[in-house]
Every structure is written in C-alpha cells, then in structure tokens.
C-alpha cells in the first residue's frame, strides 16, 4: 500500500492509487504550541536558533477529520499528473503524508519555485519590525542608491511596496520574458532597465525581478545575503533550514525562485503564519505583518490562484480566510486558519496548465479541507 494516513484508516478507499508509506507508527499528537519552550521570547530571543522542531503525528479522527473522505482527496491528488508529495497537517499535527510514483518525495529537499516569494515577505516585515527598513513607502531611490542613481524618477519612485504587491509598473521579467532577463551578468540591473508600462501602484503584472529587487533591498538594508538573514531571522527559529538556493550573478541570491526545502520545513512556515508569526513563545514575524501581507491588496489573477496580498496569494472561491505560495509547477503552501490546517503539496517542475490548477484547488477544497468536521 502506497500511502498512508495517520492511526486506522478506511482502505478500500485508497487501493486505487497507491502510493508509497511514508509516517511511522502512530504518535501521539501534540499541537506545535505545546513543544517545549525555549524561554519568555519577546525582542531579546528572537532570530535566536531554536531546538530542532519534529512533527508528530495523529489519527484524522482523533483530529476531528474524516478518514475517509481525507482519503479520497489524497488519493485523487496522486492521479493528477506530475504530483510527487503531499503533507496535511490540523492543529499542528500531521494527519497524512504521501510521496507518489516512487519519488519518495516528503524526506528530501525541492525546488519549491516561486513559493519562495513568500518566504521573502516574512523577511521584508521582520526587516521593517527591526528599523532596518522604514516601511513600505521606501523608494527604490532610497533603498538601492547605487543602483537608483541613473534611474529615471518615475522608476526612483517605485516603493517597496508597489514591489510586494507586484504593481511594480516595470514590464514583467516571468514567464516568456524569464530567459532573456537571467541571461544577464546582473539581474538587479535588467530588472530595472525594464521599461515602464503603467503607473506604479496601479496595475498588477507578476514579475520574478519585483522580488529580485526586494532581495537586494534586503541585503543592502541589513548587511547580510538574503540566505542569511532567511536561515537566522525565520528558519532556524521554526527548526527549519535550507537545502539549496541559487544565487544571480551579480551575488544576490535570487529573489522569488529556486529556493529547496523539504516539505515538512516548508509546512513549518505554513503553521508559523497559522500561528501569527508565534512558535514556541517567541514573535518570529510581526503578527500584524502577517495579517497585512496575507489579505487581498490587490485583484491577482482571480481566476487562476485569485488575489495577491505582499507575495501571497489569496485563494478564489475560499470560505475560510486562505492563503497560499504558489511556485511553478504546481509547489503548493496552503494555509487554512479558520480550519488550522496547513497542507503542502510539491510536483514536478513544468508547467500543468490552469485545468491543473482548477482541479487540485477543488480536490483540496472539497475533499481534503471538505474532510474537517
């Protein structure tokens, strides 16, 4: 048998798509705020390491889930083209895990693609939270001066928030413009020689150089990589670490894309946004950032993955306050308050279509969070 979901489980519903075994014996749950605490927290502890955090592991039941119908909904995500892992956590504990077509996915690193987005959100508030950075009103003028120096004004006055919301004004350097843009030496630089095709602040254009952009903003601001500050302001307090993540030429580590993690570290973020920026009795992330960077700022592609808030998306058709980071290929960080679930789903890199998307979103929606009682 392929998979498994935690404690007993309704078996006729999964002979159909069997995929591989991935969670031990039963454990008894325990909700990630009952770990043991490693002190007051507040301002003196925070981006102090923390003791290395493990999951554990419950039955769906025992988790005010429905076994079964949870089952269908993993099962239905495993005959979707190209999905590789699943992890569904409730109240801080894990309720099922599968790793589909063999790849014994869940234990090992992934390229998690533009879902690193949203990892670069958390930073930019803990940036603003310490005085590194003095808001989102900051220009690029202000916030890259050597850069900024030849920079016209209307691009001058580009803010860092009209860069998280992706309102930019500067043409999108995604999709079919993404090869042209990383064939440069520096990729700060063609960012910003992008030119101008609407007003900042006004119209949404998803672009991979708006985050690049914001890398930068964050080492320049800060003194330290991107990767740094990434492992020693919000990993390494959630017990989460980075496997790989790759680096632009000019020395910046890349804005937005190609940041590996496993899923389970991945869902470590998921469940500090649940918690409000919180683990183990410290603030890792201003709570009111992430309320702020997590609610509809912008119209997004709403009939694809739906609003855009600062990196995150904001699900359509969702009645249970949901966000998610969403990467290429079908990455998925989805988290679910109302409900306090987290799930995280990763798939081969290439593209699946928007038919792709659709259809996970809705097995997602009405089987596997359908599963909540």
Same mark, same amino acid.
């Given at each position: #048998?392929?998979?498994?979901?935690?404690?007993?489980?309704?078996?006729?519903?999964?002979?159909?798509?069997?995929?591989?075994?991935?969670?031990?014996? $039963?454990?008894?749950?325990?909700?990630?705020?009952?770990?043991?605490?490693? /002190?007051?927290?507040?301002?003196?502890?925070?981006?102090?390491?923390?003791?290395?955090?493990?999951?554990?592991?419950?039955?769906?039941?025992?988790?005010?889930?429905?076994?079964?119908?949870?089952?269908?909904?993993?099962?239905?995500?495993?005959?979707?083209?190209?999905?590789?892992?699943?992890?569904?956590?409730?109240?801080?504990?894990?309720?099922?895990?599968?790793?589909?077509?063999?790849?014994?996915?869940?234990? &090992?690193?992934?390229?998690? %693609?533009?879902?690193?987005?949203?990892?670069?959100?958390?930073?930019?508030?803990?940036?603003?939270?310490?005085?590194?950075?003095? /808001?989102?009103?900051?220009? *690029?003028?202000?916030?890259?001066?050597?850069?900024?120096?030849?920079?016209?004004?209307?691009?001058?006055?580009?803010?860092?928030?009209? *860069?998280?919301?992706?309102? !930019?004004? *500067?043409?999108?350097?995604? =999709?079919?413009?993404?090869?042209?843009?990383?064939?440069?030496?520096?990729?700060?630089?063609?960012?910003?020689?992008?030119?101008?095709?609407?007003?900042?602040?006004?119209?949404? !254009?998803?672009?991979?150089?708006?985050?690049?952009?914001?890398?930068?903003?964050?080492?320049?601001?800060?003194?330290? !990589?991107?990767? %740094?500050?990434?492992?020693?302001?919000?990993?390494?307090?959630?017990?989460?670490?980075?496997?790989?993540?790759?680096?632009?030429?000019?020395?910046?580590? *890349?804005?937005?894309?190609?940041?590996?993690?496993?899923?389970?570290?991945?869902?470590?973020?998921?469940?500090?946004?649940?918690? %409000?920026?919180?683990?183990?009795? @410290?603030?890792?992330?201003?709570?009111?950032?992430?309320?702020?960077?997590?609610?509809? +700022?912008?119209?997004?592609?709403?009939?694809?993955?739906?609003?855009?808030?600062?990196?995150?998306?904001?699900?359509?058709?969702?009645?249970?306050?949901?966000?998610?980071?969403?990467?290429? =290929?079908?990455?998925?960080?989805?988290?679910?308050?109302? +409900?306090? #679930?987290?799930?995280?789903?990763? !798939?081969?890199?290439?593209? &699946?279509?928007?038919?792709?998307? @659709?259809?996970?979103? $809705?097995?997602?929606?009405?089987?596997?969070?359908?599963?909540?009682?």
């Amino acid at each position: #048998m392929p998979y498994r979901l935690v404690g007993w489980l309704f078996v006729a519903a999964l002979v159909a798509a069997p995929p591989t075994l991935l969670l031990p014996p $039963r454990l008894a749950g325990q909700q990630v705020a009952a770990a043991p605490s490693e /002190g007051a927290g507040g301002a003196s502890d925070r981006g102090s390491p923390s003791t290395r955090f493990e999951w554990s592991t419950g039955a769906p039941e025992d988790l005010g889930l429905d076994p079964e119908r949870l089952a269908r909904g993993v099962a239905h995500l495993g005959e979707q083209t190209g999905v590789r892992s699943l992890l569904v956590t409730r109240h801080g504990t894990v309720v099922a895990e599968a790793s589909y077509g063999g790849s014994g996915r869940n234990g &090992k690193p992934h390229n998690v %693609k533009s879902a690193s987005k949203s990892l670069l959100s958390a930073l930019v508030g803990i940036a603003i939270d310490r005085g590194a950075i003095s /808001g989102t009103d900051a220009t *690029l003028g202000e916030l890259l001066p050597t850069y900024a120096r030849d920079l016209p004004p209307e691009k001058a006055r580009i803010t860092l928030g009209d *860069l998280l919301t992706m309102r !930019s004004g *500067l043409r999108s350097t995604s =999709g079919e413009q993404y090869g042209a843009w990383v064939a440069n030496g520096d990729w700060v630089a063609a960012a910003l020689r992008q030119p101008v095709v609407s007003p900042p602040g006004e119209e949404f !254009s998803y672009s991979t150089g708006n985050t690049h952009l914001v890398s930068a903003i964050l080492t320049e601001a800060c003194g330290k !990589s991107t990767r %740094k500050l990434a492992s020693e302001w919000l990993l390494e307090p959630i017990g989460a670490r980075i496997a790989a993540w790759e680096r632009a030429p000019e020395g910046y580590y *890349l804005g937005g894309n190609n940041l590996s993690l496993t899923p389970r570290d991945l869902a470590r973020l998921g469940q500090l946004y649940l918690q %409000k920026g919180r683990w183990q009795g @410290r603030q890792v992330v201003p709570a009111h950032w992430v309320a702020e960077s997590t609610r509809a +700022l912008t119209e997004g592609w709403p009939e694809r993955y739906g609003a855009y808030g600062y990196f995150w998306w904001v699900p359509p058709d969702d009645p249970w306050g949901s966000f998610a980071a969403i990467g290429y =290929g079908g990455q998925l960080l989805y988290v679910v308050p109302e +409900l306090e #679930m987290v799930v995280v789903v990763t !798939s081969t890199l290439e593209t &699946k279509g928007e038919e792709w998307d @659709r259809e996970v979103f $809705r097995i997602l929606r009405e089987e596997v969070f359908g599963a909540a009682r």
